[in-house]
């Protein structure tokens, strides 16, 4: 077998081990993304569904439209708490009934709950990674 062959025939393990470092690191944004109670955002900023059990659960209501996040658009704010950690305050401009306020919230560790709910996905993906 030549040297070529031999390089073509680890291409697809290399790929194989690219997808899984994929999503390794993946899991890893996904843990440590602060979690600040609201389970469910509509694309326009619409509060959808919020943990009844969350520390902010008495701040904003589902209907409650997020205007911004630390000073930046909705639209842009993409992730929404980029560079905060549990522990971190976000400043939230909310549309409530009509009228605009401006609400802090305290960001915390993610509930057990909420990690199953972020990591599923990848481990739908670590089931296919390790059929194929």
Known sequence: MSTAQRLWSTFPFLIALAVLIFLIWSAFLGLGYPYDGIVWYGQS???LEVDPDGINNNLFA???IIISV????????RPLYS??????EARLVIEHEGDQNTIVI?????????????LSPLLV???FWLVA
Not at 83 to 88: F, S, T
Not at 106 to 118: A, D, N
């Open 106 to 118: 305290q960001l915390i560790q993610s509930p057990v709950k909420e990690y199953v709910t972020r």
């Open 125 to 127: 993906a670590l089931i």
């Open 83 to 88: 560079g905060l950690y549990a522990g971190d």
């Open 45 to 47: 900023g619409t509060i």
């Open 62 to 64: 589902v209907e409650d």
């Open 70 to 77: 630390n000073g930046v658009p909705w639209n842009e704010a």
